[in-house]
């Protein structure tokens, strides 16, 4: 079965500092999808990035990049420029990419993020 | 061009009553996931559903717990005889199909008293 695990319950950033956020996760299959999520108090789910494991480019949006290591399947999203807004709940998540019953994502426990001004 | 709704937001239940939590998919999309948030905890998968039809539900508890996804109208999680332990955040997410991005709703927290 395929897991997610985000080893890190909690992290702190200065106001226009970089923060790393780590993700690992297990699977057997190649063909798949890693997703951050950010989950602001307002627990609305925001989709942050998204990486095709068979892409080897990192996927960039803005502020927000990753570094995905497929051979040790290790998926982790740097912020840059950190801002207030930044605050939120994280979650890595996993997804098969193929339909039917495999198509649910698989989310990490979570990264709570606060940002100091 | 409106996002997933959720109705109702905020639900609060005595043990032993009926919830049902209303999920309208974004315009086109025919696809339904519902998933549920315990404090502190990262969202878990209960069912899949299409149109009618129910894909997978092998997250779903076996027993007091079902869901549907009329032809016409919005999805429907309904929880019999809620216990304390049902009390979590559940989340409604759409797509248009299978292999699409998954959109997610605010949420309806379910509070049992």
């Known amino acids: 079965a395929q897991t997610v695990t985000q080893s890190q319950p909690e992290m702190s950033v200065q106001e226009a500092e970089t923060v790393t956020l780590s993700c690992t996760y297990d699977?057997?299959?190649?063909?798949?999808?890693l997703f951050w999520y950010k989950q602001p108090p307002s627990r609305q789910m925001i989709l942050v990035i998204r990486?095709?494991?068979?892409?080897?480019q990192n996927a960039t949006e803005n502020r927000f990049s990753v570094n995905f290591q497929k051979a040790a399947k290790s998926f982790s999203l740097k912020i840059s420029d950190s801002q207030l807004g930044d605050a939120a709940m994280y979650f890595c998540?996993?997804?098969?990419?193929?339909?039917?019953?495999?198509?649910?994502?698989?989310f990490g426990k979570g990264t709570k993020l606060s940002v100091k001004p | 061009n409106a996002g997933v709704m959720q109705n109702p937001r905020h639900l609060v239940r005595r043990r032993g009553q009926e919830a049902r939590l209303r999920c309208s998919p974004m315009k086109g999309h025919s696809h339904v996931y519902w998933y549920r948030q315990l404090p502190e905890e990262g969202l878990k998968f209960m069912v899949y559903l299409q149109k009618e039809n129910i894909i997978d539900e092998s997250g779903m508890p076996k027993e007091r717990f079902s869901a549907e996804f009329p032809k016409e109208g919005p999805s429907i999680l309904r929880i019999q005889q809620v216990v304390r332990g049902d009390s979590a955040a559940y989340f409604c997410a759409s797509s248009r199909g299978e292999l699409y991005e998954q959109y997610f709703g605010p949420g309806t927290r379910l509070t049992v008293t």
């Open positions: 998540a996993y997804k098969l990419n193929y339909g039917g019953s495999q198509g649910n994502l698989i």
């Open positions: 699977t057997s299959e190649s063909d798949y999808y």
């Open positions: 990486q095709e494991a068979y892409k080897q």
